[in-house]
Nanobody, 112 residues
Framework: QVKLVESGGGLVQAGGSLRLSCAAS????????MGWFRQAPGTGRVIVAA????????HYADSVKGRFIISKDNAKSTAYLQMSSLKPEDTAVYYC?????RGQGTQVTVSS
């Protein structure tokens, strides 16, 4: 079964950028679509962005449209979430999920 490991989180000031990575091992990311989710303290997990298996179709939550870009490199078995113009309300643990498998998450904290 594929294992996912997120990285790239951290502390950034409002207006800054981060790029999250989701590396797969034990399998590839080219059979199914995948998504990035986030969970802020005291709230449920919500989807942020999703991408089709072939990368040709993407979907974004309204709250991140125009600021986040999801992509994936099937050759590297890695997906990305480029986050720009970050806001304090983007603070959360970010997870990638593929075919029912979720990574351990990476913390993103945006200071005002």
């Amino acid at each position: 079964q594929v294992k996912l490991v997120e990285s790239g989180g951290g502390l950034v000031q409002a207006g800054g950028s981060l790029r999250l990575s989701c590396a797969a091992s034990g399998g590839t990311l080219d059979r199914y679509g995948m998504g990035w989710f986030r969970q802020a303290p005291g709230t449920g997990r919500v989807i942020v962005a999703a991408i089709a298996w072939n990368g040709r179709t993407t979907h974004y939550a309204d709250s991140v449209k125009g600021r986040f870009i999801i992509s994936k490199d099937n050759a590297k078995s890695t997906a990305y979430l480029q986050m720009s113009s970050l806001k304090p309300e983007d603070t959360a643990v970010y997870y990638c999920e593929y075919n029912g498998v979720r990574g351990q998450g990476t913390q993103v904290t945006v200071s005002s």
